[in-house]
């Protein structure tokens, strides 16, 4: 209970939440074997661990027994459709590859066929009226990466992280969040080999890495679902493989775009690019791509362009084609809250297209 406490008091800590109340005394979990998996019951809770493939295992919570809708934006519904026949045990269930095994309070722990620990819950999951917190042992061995762009080092051990997109211009080696939420780390390092976890989830959501407990890989979020997916290894590149799979192969790139790419905040007109293009030619600097940023638009509002600094975007990308050089500029996510002479804005409000 000391470490569940530790737990609870990190979650307070990182997600700004009061600590996330668990049980006195944990009830013995109810399995429900399937084709596909195990359905374990622990009072009003249900827990769904689901096989997948032989090392893809997803794992959903029902906090009152009741799932919220199957949906996902990471994971398409054909994928999560898939499942396979597991060998039904007493204690869970095993594929090809890895066992899942339910102890105490419904905590579950992910073997490899020969008894070496994966990944293991230190505790059952913790729940806040609408808050929740998973908790994992962390073995002294293991290191995690991931995450997507985030500051502080490769190695994300020992670190804590928030997961909310922000326009976090001139950020700092120790700010978080920034741009942009990719809830999926790849642990590595442990007696069973490497895995990741999806959390599944677009709230606020939060990773601790034995940050505020040494003993303690800990990620939540304030609200809901209470959905991940579990890749097992045994290697880094395996984890990699079946996370592609799960979530989307990226299209093969365009050759132009493996090549030198020059990009800057920010050129301020037309011609500061075509010198920018004359000098990398010059120096025989093998360059493929110019990026422009917010500044070729009038007064940074997406959609347009300054028409005096670029009076003609298009002739612009045509000679830096002759030029072999790709223009690319930024679309910024957002529409500035114009009334007058801003076509974007103004056909937004009269489609009710804005949220």
């Not at 042992?137 to 997961?163: A, N």
């Not at 025989?284 to 362009?305: C, S």
């Amino acid at each position: 209970m000391k470490r569940i406490a530790l737990l609870l008091a990190a979650t307070a800590a990182i997600c700004v939440t009061p600590a996330l109340a668990q049980t006195s005394v944990v009830a013995a979990p109810k399995l429900v074997p399937s084709r596909d998996g195990v359905e374990v019951q622990v009072g009003s809770t249900v827990t769904r661990i689901t096989a997948m493939t032989d090392g893809l295992v997803r794992v959903r919570v029902a906090k009152n027994g009741v799932f919220p809708e199957d949906a996902s934006w990471a994971v398409p519904a054909a994928i999560r459709r898939q499942k396979i026949a597991v060998t039904a045990a007493p204690d869970g269930f095993a594929t090809a590859s890895v066992r899942v095994r339910v102890g105490e309070g419904g905590a579950i722990t992910f073997e490899t066929l020969d008894g070496k620990i994966i990944s293991a819950d230190a505790a059952p999951v913790a729940t806040d009226g609408k808050a929740f917190a998973i908790a994992k042992t962390l073995p002294i061995s293991e290191h995690f990466y991931g995450l997507g762009d985030k500051t502080q080092g490769l190695d994300r051990r020992g670190h804590g992280f928030v997961d909310w997109n922000t326009d976090a211009f001139g950020f700092s080696s120790a700010d978080d969040p920034i741009y942009k939420s990719i809830p999926f780390f790849i642990g590595s390092g442990g007696a069973g080999g490497s895995y990741g976890i999806l959390l599944d989830n677009t709230y606020r959501t939060w990773f601790d890495f034995g940050h505020r407990d040494a003993e303690t890989l800990s990620f939540g979020g304030p609200d809901g679902p209470i959905d991940y997916y579990f890749l097992a290894g045994p290697s880094m590149a395996e984890v990699t493989r079946r996370y592609a799979d799960l979530t989307g192969h990226a299209p093969l790139a365009p050759k132009w775009a493996l090549g030198y790419q020059q990009s800057r905040y920010s050129y301020g007109s037309a011609d500061e690019v075509r010198q920018i293009a004359a000098r990398l030619r010059s120096d025989r600097v093998p360059t493929d791509v110019i990026w422009l940023d917010i500044g070729y638009q009038d007064r940074n509002r997406p959609f347009t362009t300054d028409a005096k600094t670029f009076p003609d975007l298009p002739k612009l990308a045509t000679e830096m084609k002759a030029d072999g050089i790709k223009l690319v500029a930024i679309t910024d996510l957002h529409i500035a809250a114009v009334e007058q002479g801003y076509a974007p804005y103004k056909s937004g409000m009269k489609a009710d297209a804005f949220i």
